[in-house]
Nanobody, 121 residues
């Protein structure tokens, strides 16, 4: 029922910044913990940022201090501000509602198309 559309990706130089958006439609996500995942070619999808319905955030060690997840429940939208980008951040980024936080990292909805982030060296 809930559809997720990611946007904001692109090609940036190392050290640059991007702001990703995740727009949900077909249902509200205001009561759900939400997260941003990323997947590089040949690698497993990993959860990198998580935010509870109450606004508590957690991050993977690889992005801690550089990425910030936020949400605007009035717009049914989740954001990921990415600063000090590194080539190893290159991946397709996806959002989803998350079951179990960083322990289980279980997505609730069908995946969207994701948005490509490419960081050049």
């Amino acid at each position: 029922q809930v559809q997720l559309v990611e946007s904001g990706g692109g090609l940036v130089q190392a050290g640059g910044s991007l702001r990703l958006s995740c727009a949900a439609s077909g249902g509200t996500i205001s009561l759900n913990p939400m997260g941003w995942y990323r997947q590089a070619p040949g690698k497993q999808r990993e959860l990198v940022a998580h935010i509870t319905s109450g606004g508590i955030t957690n991050y993977a060690d690889s992005v801690k201090g550089r990425f910030t997840i936020s949400r605007d429940n009035t717009k049914n939208t989740v954001y990921l501000q990415m600063n000090s980008l590194k080539p190893e951040d290159t991946a397709v980024y996806y959002c989803n509602a998350v079951y179990g936080g960083f322990r289980y990292q279980s997505p609730i909805h069908d995946w969207g198309q994701g948005t490509q982030v490419t960081v050049s060296s």
